[in-house]
Structures are given as structure tokens and as C-alpha cells.
């Protein structure tokens, strides 16, 4: 991803309406990001454009997406959280 | 370098619940009105407002507008304007009808009335008994809030400028406010607004504290860039705090995992509440829990390698009753604080939530200062709601529920003064040569440094500095020392230094620019707390205690005065609080408690 992509993408991560998203957003851009391939960076670009509650409910399960890479973006989210937490 | 200038009749900066109400008005009174803001609007913190909106619509039960009043007074320990408090309180049925007819979609009774639930300090018949007022949109209240003032807004043909961020006031020789500068994230193109009226809704400044329930954006820009320009901030050394945050991340732990068996322990493992609170233990009120965790962290038996938090332990009780009780506790522990809160205690700290002070305004959203002896000198141009205004609805402590309530009231009451003040014909003034100067060069700076300080940690000196000297409970000693490291921090805060130099989607540049507006808010906070000898609402000294003179440590013969700090010189000043309704006997003064 171009510098200029990569930095719009963050500041939308790092600049939610939400707490706990700026803090799970940024932690996965810091850590899990880089590891991503072009299509889920693609995916993971589009779950940032979603609403903060969405995306949240998405992250903690509470809701499922159909997009099958999305998904297994938020998968990794999921997984990265407990990671990060050990 | 010549600058590019956009014209507007208004410019408002900050897209959250009040710069949008602000904007409907302006927008629909046919004038040109731009709105700034860092983020697209339904991403502004607003969305975070779960409780409500409150409002004396008496659907569920009788209420009034008086009873209503009563508890904003004596929930703000009397420091709040009692003009501002009445009017904000008789304003509210009608903003919240009007939301309503923006398509909001406000909870409802059976027979179709706005549902109404009670809130914590609103109560009927002048402190009775609770009362069912405040109005709500499920759990989502500021998110169907924005989006329904957005729409209005977009059908209003109000321009809006997305992801661009304010830099400063211009205002001219004569002190008149003109619009402001800003910056275009994507291009890093330096714009000036020039405005015949100019709005700050910028929101509050939770994140100068280590640990914030606020989210990342809240980093106070209005109260910097007013700050640059001499404007005073008041009262800001009042700020909410909840008792258990997440130490480091600010993340709310809801006060039912103590009411299910969770309990406080210092590094020790001693359950200290037992101490504080003989019979409540942990179960005492949300400030003796906060002090007595502050006190323990205060005196050394704080866990961890700063020593700067105390633990909230329910690894005895049953995994299943957790899981099924406090739901959202397990992945709260492990996301936030990476611990398995079944088999370990989870660190907690008390976490600042909201600002009750900020920039000066009478109840019109017009911003005064002080002037030749007169407190309320309109500083023309210029207006304020929200979080970042200081009405003064709050006063020393806001009730649940009335943060909603104020952004809707005062960015309406600020919308309405500018349009009436722009009819009256006020024509764009001259804008002075040397207009974008200073934003220019605060950039240029930021940009060509080099061996300044590192903006991270700058920050997080600030945020640790505050959280130590200046959090829920506080020590004169600290706070002398907090004041003297404040302006350290500040030294630094001044010589920001960036690695890179791009002018498109400069994220670095950005959050240095924030933290120049963070520190002024903290310089602000730290000196006015240290400043008032008295405990008063938020505002908890240990050297000010309850005693029969001064009950809960509030002294109304010294300290009934609301504080007026200074950035030009770092000095304060004070001005009386308005003890006068506006059509109803004043709320006398008395005790406060519930």
C-alpha cells in the first residue's frame, strides 16, 4: 500500500468515535497489519470505513459479516486481540 | 506565500452533536455556513453518549423545568450560572421535540410518547424522589443523535470540509474573531476560513489524562487555538472521573462487577475498601471508592511497575456467574488489559471522563471575557458549545444525561446569536496581512526541527503528570510539584519534532499539532487546581476535608467564584457566580448531598 493510502487508513483508525476502537485499530495496524495480503489490506480498509458501533459489534462477535476476506479480516482482529494478550 | 481564503458567513469548527445542531441553524437561515472537522461527522465522540438526553417532558410522570434546575444547581455543587442553568432547563423540551422531528428515533411508550428513564442526581418535587427524564435511543443515543442532525444539515446545504483540522483563531487588531485557519489532511493545504461569525464545538480534552474514557480525537483544539489567541479558560480544573477504568486504556468497567462480589486490592492484596468504608466496603459511592484508590496509589501501595493503579479482583467468584452476569468483562480484560479476569485481577485506576470547564460563554453561545472590570464582554465573531464552552451549566460536576442536553441547547442557543448577530448586518471585516502567520510558522516549525522532543512522549509525560497530580483526589503537595512539572512538559511540548516531512496525510504532523492544543489544557487544569484551596464537586482536596465550618470542604465565603485562567501569562483571575435565575428565585445555597 502507497504511503499516502496507508496514512489515510490511519488516521481513520486512530481517530474513531470510539475508544475501544482506537485502541484495537491501532494495535493491529502496529502489529497484524503488515502481515496482511493486498486483497485483505482491501478488506480491512473497507471494515474501517464502517460505522464505529458495526464494526465493534463485529470485532466481539456480536454480529457476522458475509464478505468471506472480511471476515477472516475480523477473524484476525479477533485472533490479534488474544495474541496481543498473552 | 499567498494563502488560499474561503469565504463563509459562518464557520463552525467541530462536527460532533453541537457544531451540528449549530449548523442547522445557520445553515437554514439561508446563510453560507461551512463545517470543519478532523473526522467524517458520525465518527465525532458524540457517537460514545449512551444515557440520554435529559428532559423535563413529564410522559412517564409529572416533572418540571424548575425540578430540573434544581438538580443541575445542586449537582454542579453551586458553581453553575444560574441564568445558563435555567435556560438550558426550559430549552430542553423543545430541542429534544425538534430532534425528534429531525427523525430521531427516540425510544417510545406504548402509547407513543418518548420514552422516558430515570438517571442518576434527577429527581422530581426539588430533590424528592427519582424521576424518569431522561430520553433515549436505546443504547445509542449520540449515534442516532448525529446521524439525524446530519441529515438535516446535508438537506440544509450545509458545506462540509472532512478530515481537515483548525489551526487558529484570526482575529484582528480590534480583537474581533474572523475565522480561523486550517489544514487539509490529504494535501496538507494551509486554508484560511474568513467568516463573519465563528463557532467552536470542538469538544472536550480527556486525553490529557494517562487513563480517559475519551477517545483518541478528544485532544481539546478549540481550548488551544482559543487558548493562542488570549482568550481565558474557565473552571478547568473541574473534570469528571469514573472510579474503574482500565489503567492505561480508559476503558469502562461498569460499576455492576463490584455489585456482583468484586473487590479493590493494593499491592499487598489488602482489600483497602474495608479501611475507608467499614460497612460498604467496595460498594461505597463512586467518589469514596475513587479517593480511597487514589490514596492507596498515593501512598506507595499501587501495583505495577509504576506503582500507579490498584487491582479489581473477582477470580473467587464463579466463572460461570461472571460470564453470565458481566459479559463483556472477560473481553474487556482481555483485549484492554490482557488479563484473564477469571484467573487474575484486572488493573484498574480512576479515569477521567468529562470536561466541565473550557471556553467562557454566556447562555446566547456568545464568548465573553473579561474587560474593564466587566466579566461578560462579548468578544465579537466568536461563539461555543458543547463540551469545550463553559456556560456555566456544570459547574463543578455534571449530572448524567445533561452533556446531550447542553450540546443541543447551547449549539442551537450559539447557532441562533450568530444568526441574529449576522442579520443585524455585520459585514465580513478586513482580514489583517499577517492572517495565516502563525499557524503557518507553528508548522513550519513542527516541520523543520530538529532535536526537538519526540511527540509520544511528550505525551505521555503530559498525560502521566496529570493522572499523578492533578487525577479524582488531590494533595496540595502534588499539585504544587504537578504545576512545576506541567510546565516542563510544556517546555517540550513546544519544541515538537517530526521525522517525517510529507505534506499529504502527514498523521505525524497532525498529532504534533494536537498536542500543542493538549498541553495548553493541561497547563490550564494543573494551575487552576492547584490554585483553589477548597473541595467542590469534582474538585477533591485532601487538604480541604468535610468539617462542620466546611461541609464536604466547600467554602462558599472564599471559593464561590468560578476560575479564570490566563495562557498569556500563566496567571488567574476569578468571576462570581451567577446566583440570579432568570425568571425564578434563586436555588439557595446549601449542602450538597444525595
Known amino acids: ?86 | 506565500m499567498s494563502i488560499p481564503v474561503l469565504k463563509f458567513d459562518a464557520v463552525i469548527v467541530g462536527a460532533g452533536g453541537a457544531g451540528l445542531r449549530s449548523a442547522i441553524q445557520l445553515s437554514e437561515a439561508g446563510l453560507k455556513t461551512a463545517v470543519l472537522s478532523k473526522v467524517f461527522p458520525t465518527r465525532s465522540h458524540t457517537v460514545a453518549a449512551q444515557g440520554g438526553v435529559a428532559a423535563s417532558l413529564g410522559n412517564s410522570e409529572e416533572d418540571h423545568w424548575t425540578w430540573h434546575m434544581y438538580d443541575t444547581v445542586k449537582g454542579s455543587d453551586w458553581l453553575g450560572d444560574q441564568d445558563a442553568i435555567e435556560f438550558m432547563c426550559r430549552k430542553a423540551n423543545e430541542v429534544v421535540v425538534e430532534l425528534e422531528h429531525y427523525g430521531m428515533p427516540f425510544d417510545r411508550t406504548d402509547d407513543g410518547k418518548i420514552y422516558q428513564r430515570p438517571f442518576g442526581g434527577h429527581m422530581s418535587n426539588f430533590g424528592e424522589k427519582p424521576v424518569r427524564r431522561s430520553c433515549a435511543a436505546a443504547d445509542r443515543t449520540g449515534h442516532a443523535m448525529l446521524h439525524a442532525m446530519y441529515q438535516r444539515n446535508v438537506k440544509a446545504n450545509t458545506q462540509f470540509f472532512v478530515e481537515w483540522m483548525a489551526l487558529d483563531l484570526i482575529r484582528d487588531e480590534e480583537g474581533h474573531v474572523i475565522g480561523v485557519t486550517a489544514m487539509e489532511m490529504e494535501t496538507g493545504q494551509v486554508v484560511i476560513f474568513h467568516s463573519r461569525a465563528t463557532i467552536f464545538a470542538t469538544g472536550g480534552a480527556g486525553r490529557i489524562y494517562y487513563s480517559s474514557t475519551n477517545a483518541f480525537i478528544n485532544t481539546g483544539d478549540g481550548l488551544g487555538m482559543a487558548a493562542r489567541a488570549g482568550i481565558p479558560l474557565e473552571d478547568m480544573e473541574f473534570w469528571q472521573f469514573h472510579p474503574t477504568g482500565v489503567a492505561g486504556a480508559g476503558v469502562l468497567i461498569t460499576e455492576g462487577v463490584r455489585g456482583e462480589g468484586g473487590i479493590l486490592r493494593n499491592s499487598s492484596k489488602e482489600r483497602f475498601m474495608e479501611r475507608y468504608a467499614p460497612n460498604a466496603k467496595d460498594l461505597a459511592s463512586r467518589d469514596v471508592v475513587s479517593r480511597a484508590m487514589a490514596t492507596e496509589i498515593k501512598e506507595g501501595r499501587g501495583c505495577g511497575v509504576n506503582k500507579d493503579y490498584v487491582l479489581l479482583d473477582i477470580t473467587h467468584l464463579d466463572p460461570a456467574t461472571i460470564m453470565k452476569r458481566l459479559p463483556g468483562i472477560h473481553e474487556i480484560g482481555i483485549q484492554f488489559a490482557g488479563v484473564d479476569c477469571l484467573k487474575e485481577p484486572l488493573p484498574v485506576v480512576p479515569t477521567c471522563h468529562y470536561q466541565m470547564g473550557g471556553i467562557p460563554t454566556h447562555y446566547s453561545g456568545r464568548v465573553v471575557v473579561p474587560q474593564n472590570g466587566d466579566f461578560n464582554t462579548v468578544v465579537p465573531g466568536f461563539y461555543a458549545g458543547g463540551e469545550c464552552a463553559c456556560a456555566s451549566v456544570h459547574g463543578a460536576n455534571r449530572l448524567g444525561t445533561n452533556s446531550l442536553l447542553d450540546l443541543l441547547v447551547f449549539g442551537k442557543s450559539a447557532g441562533d446569536s450568530a444568526v441574529e448577530d449576522l442579520k443585524a448586518g455585520k459585514a465580513h471585516r478586513d482580514l489583517p496581512k499577517d492572517a495565516a502567520d502563525k499557524a503557518l510558522a507553528r508548522i513550519a516549525a513542527i516541520d523543520n526541527r530538529k532535536g526537538g522532543a519526540n511527540v509520544h512522549e511528550t505525551r505521555l509525560a503530559m498525560q502521566r503528570t496529570m493522572q499523578d497530580h492533578a487525577g479524582v483526589f488531590r494533595f496540595g503537595d502534588m499539585l504544587k510539584q504537578g504545576v512545576e512539572k506541567i510546565l516542563e512538559v510544556e517546555k517540550a511540548a513546544r519544541q515538537l519534532e517530526i521525522k517525517d516531512k510529507s505534506m499529504a496525510w502527514n498523521t505525524a504532523r497532525s498529532e504534533a499539532l494536537e498536542m500543542e492544543n493538549l498541553i495548553e489544557v493541561a497547563k490550564a487544569t494543573m494551575i487552576s487546581a492547584e490554585a483553589r484551596k477548597e473541595s467542590r464537586g469534582a474538585h477533591v482536596r485532601d487538604d480541604a476535608p468535610d468539617t462542620e465550618e466546611f461541609p464536604n470542604g466547600r467554602n462558599d465565603k472564599e471559593w464561590l467564584k468560578h476560575t479564570l485562567f490566563s495562557p498569556v501569562d500563566n496567571s488567574i483571575t476569578y468571576k462570581p457566580v451567577n446566583l440570579q435565575p432568570l425568571t425564578v428565585e434563586t436555588v439557595a445555597l446549601k449542602t450538597r448531598s444525595y
Open chain 1, 1 to 86: 500500500m502507497e504511503r499516502k493510502d496507508y496514512e489515510r487508513l490511519r488516521w481513520r483508525c486512530i481517530r474513531r468515535a470510539l475508544l475501544e476502537l482506537d485502541i484495537t485499530l491501532t494495535r493491529f495496524l502496529d502489529d497484524g497489519f503488515s502481515s496482511l495480503d493486498e486483497v485483505q489490506q482491501q478488506a480491512f480498509v473497507a471494515l474501517a470505513d464502517l460505522e464505529d458501533y458495526d464494526l465493534w459489534d463485529l470485532i466481539t462477535g456480536k454480529a457476522e459479516i458475509d464478505d468471506p476476506v472480511m471476515s477472516e479480516v475480523v477473524a484476525m482482529l479477533r485472533k490479534s486481540r488474544v495474541r496481543l494478550a498473552e
